[in-house]
């Protein structure tokens, strides 16, 4: 069975940064699909970033440049790091992960991912 739990987040001023982790177990597939899905309060899920086995990588145009995904494979670990942060970057931040591809069927969006963690909140201030 697949766990994500994620840690890091917290608050910064606009600016700034802010690391994000998430620890991942169960996911015995050779070929997957990490990435980070955001939800504002009010607004619907945004997938952000993703990276498969392959270590490809995926960007929504709204952190394009700011927000880095990474992996350890030997630590099972996936990392988000977030600079250049803005008050809309401000959400809910959940690690999600799939073992089909990150853009499956062409599609790159929140609903490929059915595994889940429990989310950490992220505030950005002005």
């Known amino acids: 069975q697949v766990h994500l739990t994620e840690s890091g987040g917290g608050s910064a001023q606009s600016g700034g940064s802010l690391n994000l982790d998430c620890e991942v177990s169960g996911l015995m597939y050779s070929s997957f699909c990490l990435g980070w899905v955001r939800q504002s309060t009010g607004t619907e899920h945004e997938l952000v970033a993703t990276?498969?086995?392959?270590?490809?990588?995926k960007y929504s145009d709204s952190v394009k440049g700011r927000f880095a995904i990474t992996q350890d494979n030997a630590k099972n670990t996936l990392h988000l790091r977030m600079n250049s942060l803005k008050p809309e970057d401000t959400a809910m931040y959940y690690c999600?992960?799939?073992?089909?591809?990150?853009?499956?069927?062409?599609?790159?969006?929140?609903?490929?991912?059915?595994?889940w963690g429990q989310g950490t909140q992220v505030t950005v201030s002005s």
């Open positions: 990276i498969d086995s392959n270590d490809a990588t």
């Open positions: 999600v992960a799939t073992r089909m591809t990150c853009d499956y069927y062409y599609l790159w969006q929140v609903s490929n991912f059915g595994h």
